[in-house]
């Protein structure tokens, strides 16, 4: 992936959601990878929090967090499966501003060189809420790692080229 490196990193700032019933500080692999991964890229992370799978406080996490000026993107892990608890995407959905589709396509596609046919097992989306990005990965310590390095950490580089997530930070709100 092109970097160009004559231009300045732009840090942002990013908060981590992990959703999960089972999950707890001291267990939570998920999210201290994508922290460690956020930080060594060269970002903030401002927040991080675990939140149960339960669709009103999935929705209630992301409108909060994402009317926060300070931050800039939220990602989530954990809830994109298919049994009866994973809401993630049903959250994200009822509340999203715009949906950023080529997100869970291109997560499944980087999955499937990965895992394979279970990759179609991913519901894993993005969107805009209030003018904040937020990526939803699945639980799995794999996949996080997988929606980190092959995709956010370029598209969250204002180096990246032709183009990434934040150049275009500023222009969110236009009407």
Not at 9 to 36: Q, W
Not at 79 to 84: N, P, S
Request: glycine residues 6%.
């Amino acid at each position: 992936m092109p970097i160009d490196t004559s231009i300045d990193f732009v840090p942002i700032n990013i908060a981590v959601i992990t959703i999960s019933d089972s999950r707890t500080k001291e267990n939570d692999t998920s999210g201290d990878t994508l922290e460690k991964r956020i930080t060594d890229a060269g970002h903030t992370m401002i927040k991080r929090t675990i939140i149960p799978d339960d669709v009103t406080q999935i929705k209630d996490t992301l409108n909060t967090m994402s009317k926060e000026k300070e931050i800039d993107c939220i990602i989530t892990t954990g809830g994109t499966g298919l049994t009866g608890r994973d809401t993630t995407p049903e959250a994200v959905k009822a509340i999203a501003n715009k949906h950023i589709d080529g997100f869970g396509e291109l997560f499944r596609q980087v999955s499937f060189e990965k895992i394979g046919t279970s990759a179609i097992q991913s519901r894993a989306v993005a969107a805009l809420i209030n003018s904040t990005y937020v990526f939803c990965l699945p639980g799995s310590t794999g996949a996080c790692k997988d929606g980190w390095d092959e995709i956010l950490q370029y598209q969250l580089d204002i180096r990246h080229k032709p183009c990434n997530f934040v150049e275009i930070m500023p222009r969110l709100n236009e009407k």
